[in-house]
T-cell receptor, first 118, second 112 residues
């Protein structure tokens, strides 16, 4: 596709359940990011992949959150034992490679997955 | 704690006026600065980036950067109702390639 694709667009789950959110980045974009955004707030960084490896996972709030990108393209964000405080829009973004492989910081966002934990 | 601060607004301007959006950041090591526009219920989209001190113009948009004051702004000339959105300032996190720290955003309303 032409843009970043995220599924599902909406997910309602019960407290304590397991959730997976999927992101398909723009073809050729080597960097992939997960952010989450709560109402009235800016996007909050979670994790960044360069290729298959997590280059920076310092934003993951705790060990209930995990993300993978096994083949360097599609990524899955996994949330275990969901809590009501996890409710937010989870945004995925990808970024093209810049000069000398340094990322430009120009992020292209998907439409997000809205997670509601009841 | 690395921070990006923006006035949450709402900022209301009449159609045709200049809208001025401001942002300050805490980390002097930041080198790249971005403005994203986010329409209600939509995802952010990049509208401007600036790396060097001074002004950068792109159509009706001008980004201004003053690293000494740790201040970045966005001017929108000839504001249109279609410019009504939340504007997010983002700053790179030094030491982490490409990771951006976002402000909470300023909500702009352009009245016809």
């Amino acid at each position: 596709g032409a843009g970043v694709s995220q599924t599902p667009s909406n997910k309602v789950t019960e407290k304590g359940k397991y959730v997976e959110l999927r992101c398909d980045p723009i073809s050729g974009h080597t960097a992939l990011y997960w952010y989450r955004q709560s109402l009235g707030q800016g996007p909050e960084f979670l994790i960044y992949f360069q290729g298959t490896g997590a280059a920076d996972d310092s934003g993951l709030p705790n060990d209930r959150f995990f993300a993978v990108r096994p083949e360097g393209s599609v990524s899955t964000l996994k949330i275990q034992r969901t809590e009501r405080g996890d409710s937010a829009v989870y945004l995925c973004a990808s970024s093209p490679p810049g000069l000398a492989g340094v990322n430009t910081g120009e992020l292209f966002f998907g439409e997000g997955s809205r997670l509601t934990v009841l | 704690q690395k921070e990006v601060e923006q006035n949450s607004g709402p900022l209301s301007v009449p159609e045709g006026a200049i809208a001025s959006l401001n942002c300050t950041y805490s980390d002097r090591g930041s080198q790249s600065f971005f403005w994203y526009r986010q329409y209600s219920g939509k995802s952010p989209e990049l509208i401007m980036f600036i790396y060097s001190n001074g002004d950068k113009e792109d159509g009706r948009f001008t980004a201004q950067l003053n690293k000494a004051s740790q201040y970045v702004s966005l001017l929108i000339r000839d504001s249109q109702p279609s410019d009504s959105a939340t504007y997010l300032c983002a700053v790179n996190s030094p030491g982490s390639q490409g990771n951006l720290i976002f402000g909470k955003g300023t909500k702009l309303s352009v009245k016809p």
